[in-house]
């Protein structure tokens, strides 16, 4: 009898699990299959459900607020480290025998840049997100002063007699020059765009500002990125030195004679299709060496190997004695230790006719390459100690202090900026997306062509069918958790999808992530990467006479002549608030001849300003040109009937918007990523 | 058949689910201490990957086993049952072995499989040729060398490069050109390393290939000095450095290293010190790998352990009177090469190819009083005739879209049709395969300028017209 | 805040005088620096009238026989140790000696080079151009017209710049464009007094901005409040000035020029001055002016050089020098009115052109563009 009872327990048991996992199942690939857009994803709640989730309270949970170091400074005596946390807006000063954070000063939001005045007496720590200077008096361990800049301030600069701060502006792509006496800011100096580093030479005459981005030409005509030569006694711009086929100069320094100034940077070959990655089809990485006694020629000398690639190098410093030079490859997690003396030689050799190609040579670092060194994740800020003998390594993605032995080229333990020890699933995303490591010989990292989350301001030939056709502007991704389908086709409805198979196979390719990297990387992208606040042309979340005008413009259902505009010809049609985009295709008649034939995803606006050029090709180089020269059919918005001023008026409130975040309650409440 | 209490009954549910559990998790260990290798009694000195006129395998070689912690230990013979069997490769996980063997001496060599813990084997390949060179390929594959017979009646075989599914399935051919190919290495980056010679129309000097396991984007990895030649396949060490043995123009064998990241210029003699002959190496421990290694006046090679840093050959780990020891692998777990993803799509018959500038030197020439001859069209040679001839754009560049899977070579004419710089070694592209170059350069350490070629303003020139374009045939059969 | 008891007791007293002391004096009277609104230039000017006036002479002329790229000369700038002239066929450049053109081959908006100035914190210089405005920095050009930016209009006739700003005068409208913000503002007949969109000149004072509106007058923005208000020749007479001294003397403006609290206006029917309370207007029959047509002005110090298409004149207000050329004999002559007394030099140098279109003035050295090249005269005393 009970021999009967366990037959029918263990049959009732079975068949009730087939009943649920057999439907169960299929209900549940098909809704994993709908919500991936993909049909090989696992079959795990935890992807979208946990990690990609807005609730604030899983949001809490799941995550952890990291450090992040970005850059350092060194005391004149070399006992104290100035560590610039990024993510908790703070200067964290460390002993640096102990290697102990003694004090954390708060400074301001997402600091970016730290150095110190001659004695030692004040900090000096620029806020990126909140257009200031922090001056920290050392003695107290207090912020001193507040000084306003212009938009982004990131690298600085004292002026020899220590009396102006030389401020760069990232975003407003200028130099901010600070009495400091007055405490006000002097003037302005044009530089190239969104420049972050800059170097002042040892005699003090000559201020260098390094630029990231490329001058805006139309497709086709040579890549040239813009090196600012300032007269650091006049504080006039001296030139503007074209840095051919390069971009991405992060930072620069000069060696302690002043015979050279060296400067990071990446040679892109977006004009180029993208049908290979071997033999460098797709990104180069190295210096750009000013030779001071030859009329300042930039001579450009990769880093790279023939099947070894150390992608985006950030930082550059020479030791005391000139000899040496580190750069920190922050995606290939390497620092390069460089012989000068051989940099010397081979620019000394190297005839004027020969530097376009030398910059294109692979086999030159073996010639100045002294050893590359491994690190922790995202090599970024380095700073050596005063005598030369430590190089200290502000390891992003690690929360930690790399030390390198200078003599022995060996790393030491790391100084532990006391962050969380855990990883969380959107961390290692972040990581994942620094990295080149998933790229074919480590060429590229999706950091390379989306620098600081947003996009690198080129258009590239992906060479979808042809090569030569279908040119594309790369896009920013900040903020686009919400905003599917994602390319300017629309045809990668989740991101499960942009970074899977295909994209392994026509981008990074080599294998593609795994599904628990996959898991991490969209969850980063999707909830980690935030909008820098708009300080520029919304710097108080309230808007301006004009942009209200622009913003009656952009609401607007009649033509000036009160004629009814047909409701897809609106703006808030395809735009409406607050992801500015209504997720669907268009057509706006801006297809060209060598596109293949698609509508465009209508990308969202937040923070549009920052996004040239515009326009699936990049065509438009300001936002004024997508309708003055190329919205004459009134296909893009109907905007012919417009005066000049309302058009101005349009733009500048399309300048002033930012995420949806903004829209629900200001910008100056939003947290930095805390990923 | 149940127990008759249910307590009892559930208990034993709970025990067969833990027995499943267990089983499920139970994986195979790989196996530890144990090296395989290749015992030969022949003479080995006609040796010679480069020659690629006659199959290198020897009749009556067998691999066998040995276990290093009881050395003493008579060896485990793993292939009692083959006439010969050579080329063992070891699986990530450590638990299969690949080899090549002939089940007896007329037979034809074909490509094993053998579970390393139960010896249980299983062919993969069934071909009419000979199957060599076997090596893992991530993603259950394996890519190996068949012999086919070459166009030209004075060369006796060639070897063409295949891969396939471990169960023998999916067969596809790799190379496409008058080449042979052997011994083939799986780098961890993902792509395949063989000994490339171009046999036709005239034979050249072997050197290291390197393409994805699809067959695209070949290369050249390695280019050998004058007088040298290939003896060995390449093996790949943990720290980047590519080792193979390479016999120099007095036939001394030697151990070479080179340096993944720049393989052209890095090479490094590591035995130039060292007496003897090596013959093959596989990594060991550490920096240390395992040598097949003769000492002057010996009659047989021996198993010896090599420390790559310091260059010191250590005591032999294995020799015997009457045999060659060879190929020896020591069976580790290691790290599966990453699997990369393909282009290739069969249902394209066409590969593009775009070319920035035929006429691009490295060296601008110093002397202007030398007249440049510049080239202003491309033609394209096929195995039998000319494929294509077409000016080039202005700035040098050209595109074409050329039949998928036959082999070509290039050469630059100037407007009078003389040659000006060609032919070109032999190149095929795969189906649906994008491939560029920067040009006739000499210098193969280039990367591209970031100049947009004219001719991909355009449409591809088709390369041969499309009435010539015979679709492939590609039905493939072991 | 802690204040001691013993200190409170003086302290506010203190600060009553202060308080007081505000109310009864006027901040800018408090001001020993003269805005633009002062009303005390009479006074000024009678000392600046005792000093005889500059004299040039010694002219040297450059055209393109001699390195100019053509002869019609629109504008000229010194910049520091290097001339600027903006001709017909691009901007030519003398530095060191020798004369370099730039074109739009280089980058340059147009060719048609109609307005110079430059930024002396920056360096930068601007040029108006007939087919938009143009940056030049350390040699290279970024350009600004009205499809790529905000700005009104692409026909240049006038820019200053002050501050961080940069000011044009253009055929659709006057424009500012903030180079902090990279920001185009655009005045026109919708919302500011103007007659209609097209300026001619614009100049800076210390806290206003004077606009040269055609049809329009004098438009005057103060940068403080963001206000406009207009001059306009009060008896609205288009031929003749009715009422002298009412106002500016015609609608139809072409240039401004502020210098020490002065607003010079000048029109194609004769010159205004504005003290910031009376306006005074001048003429080629009652003044030493060399004509009423004048093309542009420009004020330094307390003279204002007038260009006509008659010559050159300079004037304090009060006394004149004009200077002219025979074209037939290129001989020069400098008219010299001091009060009632007439004198005329005659020079063996001249004025390359008598129709003037621009002039420029450091130290010693003047330079003057005409439509038949470029002239430039030294201090003779």
């Not at chain 1, 190297?350 to 030159?364: D, H, M």
């Not at chain 3, 087919?131 to 905000?150: A, D, H, I, V």
Request: glycine fraction near 8%.
């Amino acid at each position: 009898m009970k021999s009967k009872k366990v037959k029918i327990f263990f049959f009732v048991i079975a068949f009730l699990g087939l009943i649920i996992f057999i439907p169960g199942r299929m209900f549940v690939r098909h809704h994993v299959n709908q919500k991936t857009a993909v049909t090989d994803h696992p079959l795990k709640c935890t992807s979208c459900h946990l990690y990609t989730s807005k609730n604030k309270i899983v949001s809490n949970l799941i995550n952890e607020d990291y450090y992040s170091p970005f850059n350092i400074a060194v005391s004149n005596d070399g006992k104290r480290l100035f560590v610039v946390a990024q993510d908790t807006g703070e200067l964290l000063i460390v002993d640096a025998e102990s290697k102990t954070v003694v004090q954390k000063v708060k400074v301001g939001v997402h600091p970016h840049s730290v150095i110190l005045d001659k004695t030692n007496a004040f900090a000096y720590v620029s806020n990126q997100w909140s257009d200031n200077i922090s001056v920290v008096n050392l003695a107290t361990s207090k912020v001193l002063d507040t000084l306003i800049t212009g938009n982004g301030p990131s690298g600085l600069a004292l002026s020899a007699d220590g009396a102006k701060l030389l401020v760069v502006d990232t975003y407003g792509s200028d130099l901010s020059v600070i009495d400091l006496d007055t405490k006000e800011e002097m003037k302005r100096l044009r530089t190239g765009s969104d420049p972050t580093g800059t170097a002042l030479s040892p005699d003090g005459k000559k201020l260098y500002v390094t630029s990231r981005r490329s001058k805006i030409v139309p497709y086709g005509e040579p890549l040239v990125s813009d090196l600012t030569q300032i007269d650091a006694t006049t504080l006039r711009v001296d030139e503007h030195k074209d840095v051919e086929e390069a971009y991405m100069m992060e930072n620069i320094t000069f060696t302690p004679s002043g015979d050279l100034a060296l400067m990071t940077l990446i040679r892109p070959k977006n004009l180029i299709p993208s049908i290979q990655v071997e033999g460098g089809w797709m990104m180069t990485h190295g210096i750009g060496v000013i030779d001071q006694n030859n009329e300042g020629r930039i001579i450009q000398l990769l880093t790279d190997q023939p099947n070894a690639y150390y992608s985006d190098s950030f930082d550059i410093v020479v030791s005391p004695d000139g000899k040496r030079a580190y750069v920190s490859n922050a995606g290939a997690d390497k620092i390069t230790v460089m012989s000068v003396d051989s940099i010397r030689a081979i620019i000394k050799e190297t005839p004027k006719e020969q530097l376009k190609n030398i910059a294109n040579n692979l086999g030159v670092s073996s010639r100045f390459v002294i050893d590359r060194i491994s690190t922790g994740a995202n090599p970024k800020g380095l700073a050596l100690s005063p005598d030369g003998k430590k190089l200290y390594i502000a390891e992003q993605l690690e929360d930690k202090i790399g030390v390198l032995n200078t003599e022995t080229l060996k790393m030491e333990t790391a100084i532990d900026l006391g962050g969380p020890t855990r990883i969380t699933v959107a961390r290692q995303g972040r990581r994942l997306f620094n990295n080149a490591g998933h790229t074919f010989q480590n060429q590229y990292a999706c950091y390379t062509c989306h620098p600081d989350n947003h996009e690198d301001g080129l258009v590239y030939n992906m060479a979808g069918k042809d090569m030569g056709r279908n040119v594309t502007n790369t896009q920013s991704l900040r903020e686009i958790g919400d905003t599917p389908p994602f390319k300017w086709n629309g045809k990668n409805q989740t991101i499960y999808k942009q970074d899977g198979m295909r994209f392994s196979t026509v981008l990074t390719r080599t294998e593609q992530f795994s599904y628990d990297d996959l898991d991490a990387i969209t969850a980063y992208i999707k909830r980690g990467i935030k909008y820098p606040p708009n300080l520029m042309y919304n710097p108080h979340g309230k808007l301006t006479e004009s942009q209200l005008r622009g913003k009656e413009i952009y609401n607007r259902t009649k033509d000036n002549s009160g004629n009814v505009i047909p409701e897809n010809n609106r703006c808030y049609t395809c735009h409406p608030a607050p992801l500015y985009s209504n997720l669907q295709p268009a057509d706006v008649s801006t297809l060209a001849v060598s596109d293949d034939s698609i509508l465009f995803d209508t990308p969202h606006l937040g923070n549009i300003y920052a996004s040239p050029p515009y326009l699936h090709d990049g065509r438009a180089a300001t936002l004024e040109e997508i309708w003055t020269i190329y919205g004459e059919d009134n296909k893009h918005g109907y905007v012919n009937d417009l005066t000049k001023m309302q058009l101005n008026d349009l733009i500048d409130y399309l300048k002033s918007l930012g995420g949806p975040e903004q829209e629900d309650e200001g910008y100056q409440e939003q947290q930095t990523a805390s990923f | 058949m149940f127990p008759k209490n249910t307590f009892n009954s559930y208990l034993i549910v709970l025990a067969m689910c833990f027995g499943a559990i267990g089983m499920h998790s139970c994986k195979q260990k790989p196996l530890t201490h144990m090296i395989v290798m290749t015992q030969n009694k022949g003479d080995v000195e006609s040796r010679d990957y480069s020659k690629g006129d006659k199959l290198q395998y020897m009749s009556g070689s067998r691999i066998v086993a040995m276990n290093t912690t009881t050395p003493n230990e008579p060896l485990d013979e793993l292939t009692s049952d083959f006439y010969s069997a050579c080329s063992p490769k070891i699986s990530y996980d450590g638990n299969f072995m690949l080899f090549a063997a002939q089940k007896n001496q007329d037979d034809v060599w074909q490509i094993w499989e053998m579970n390393l813990h139960n010896k249980k084997k299983k062919q993969i390949t069934s071909s009419d040729h000979n199957c060599i060179d076997p090596d893992y390929l991530p993603g259950e594959r394996l890519v190996f060398s068949k012999e086919v017979k070459n166009k030209d009646p004075k060369v006796d075989t060639e070897f063409t490069l295949f891969s396939c599914n471990l169960d023998g399935s999916n067969l596809a051919q790799v190379t496409y050109d008058p080449s042979t190919y052997f011994a083939s290495t799986v780098l961890s980056e993902g792509r395949v390393i063989a000994i490339g010679k171009e046999l036709w129309p005239e034979e050249k000097p072997a050197n290291f290939m390197i393409m994805r396991p699809d067959g695209t984007k070949k290369e050249l990895f390695y280019q050998m000095e004058q007088d040298h030649y290939i003896t060995s396949g390449a093996t790949e060490m943990n720290n980047g450095r590519i080792l193979f043995v390479e016999a120099n123009s007095n036939n001394q064998k030697d151990l070479i290293s080179l340096s993944y990241n720049r393989p052209l210029h890095s090479e490094e003699n590591l035995t130039s010190e060292i007496k003897g002959d090596f013959h093959a190496i596989s990594p060991y421990h550490d920096n240390k790998v395992l040598s097949s290694y003769r000492p002057e006046n010996a009659l047989h090679f021996a198993l010896y352990e090599f420390d790559v840093e310091s260059r010191e050959l250590g005591r032999p780990i294995y020799e015997d009177g009457e045999n060659n020891i060879l190929e020896a692998v020591f069976v580790q777990k290691k790290q599966r090469p990453r699997k990369l993803p393909s282009e290739v799509d069969l249902n394209v018959k066409t590969a593009l190819l775009v070319c920035q500038d035929i006429n691009f030197q490295y060296s601008q020439p110093t002397d202007s009083t030398i007249p440049a001859f510049k080239a202003s069209k491309m033609e394209v040679l096929g195995i039998d005739s000319t494929m294509a001839v077409f000016k080039t754009e202005k700035d040098g560049s050209f595109y074409i879209k050329i039949q998928a899977d036959t082999p070509f070579r290039l050469q630059t004419l100037d407007d009078n049709n003389n040659v000006v710089k060609g032919p070109s070694s032999w190149m095929y592209l795969r189906p649906n395969e994008r491939r560029g170059c920067i040009g006739c350069h000499e210098n193969r350490e280039l990367v591209p300028g970031n100049v947009q070629p004219l001719a991909v303003t355009k449409e591809p020139i088709p390369v041969p017209t499309p009435k010539q374009m015979d679709a492939p045939k590609r039905e493939l059969k072991m | 805040m802690n204040i001691q008891t013993k200190h409170f007791k003086i302290i506010v007293p203190m600060a009553i005088l202060v308080i007081a002391s505000l109310g009864f004096v006027r901040p800018e009277e408090r001001s020993p620096v003269l805005n633009d609104s002062s009303d005390i230039n009479t006074t000024n000017n009678s000392k600046e009238a005792e000093k005889p006036m500059p004299i040039y002479g010694n002219w040297k002329n450059y055209d393109s026989k001699n390195g100019l790229p053509g002869d019609k000369a629109y504008c000229v700038k010194i910049d520091g140790e290097r001339i600027l002239v903006g001709t017909h066929e691009g901007l030519a450049v003398l530095e060191n000696g020798k004369w370099k053109t730039y074109t739009t081959d280089d980058g340059l908006a147009h060719n048609g080079v109609l307005a110079i100035d430059v930024d002396q914190a920056t360096g930068d210089v601007w040029l108006g151009t007939m087919g938009g405005l143009s940056r030049w920095s350390t040699g290279k050009f970024e350009n600004f017209n009205q499809m790529n930016s905000g700005m009104p209009n692409d026909l240049i006739y006038a820019v200053t710049c002050d501050e961080k700003f940069v000011w044009v005068a253009t055929g659709g409208g006057a424009g500012s464009y903030n180079t902090y913000t990279r920001k185009w503002e655009i005045f026109t007949e919708e919302n500011a007094p103007m007659h209609e969109p097209w300026t001619y000149g614009v100049c800076a004072s210390k806290d206003k901005i004077f606009i040269a509106a055609w049809g329009g007058g004098v438009i005057e923005y103060t940068k403080k409040t963001k206000k406009f208000r207009d001059y306009v020749d009060p008896d609205g007479n288009m031929e003749i000035d009715l009422f002298p001294d009412d106002g500016v003397v015609h609608d139809i403006t072409t240039g401004t020029s502020w210098a020490n609290d002065i607003l010079w206006v000048a029109t194609y029917f004769g010159l205004s001055r504005y003290d910031g309370v009376h306006w005074k207007g001048y003429f080629d029959h009652d003044s030493g002016l060399a004509s009423n047509f004048i093309n542009f002005i420009k004020a330094k110090d307390d003279y204002a050089f007038i260009c006509t298409d008659q010559g050159l004149s300079c004037t304090d207000g009060n006394n004149w020098v004009t200077y002219t050329t025979n074209e037939k004999t290129n001989k020069g002559k400098t008219i010299i009115l001091n009060g009632t007394n007439k004198k005329e030099l005659g020079e063996s140098t001249s004025l390359a052109h008598n129709f003037i279109l621009g002039v420029d003035i450091v130290g010693n050295d003047i330079w003057v563009a005409t439509a038949e090249g470029v002239s430039h005269g030294q201090l003779k005393h």
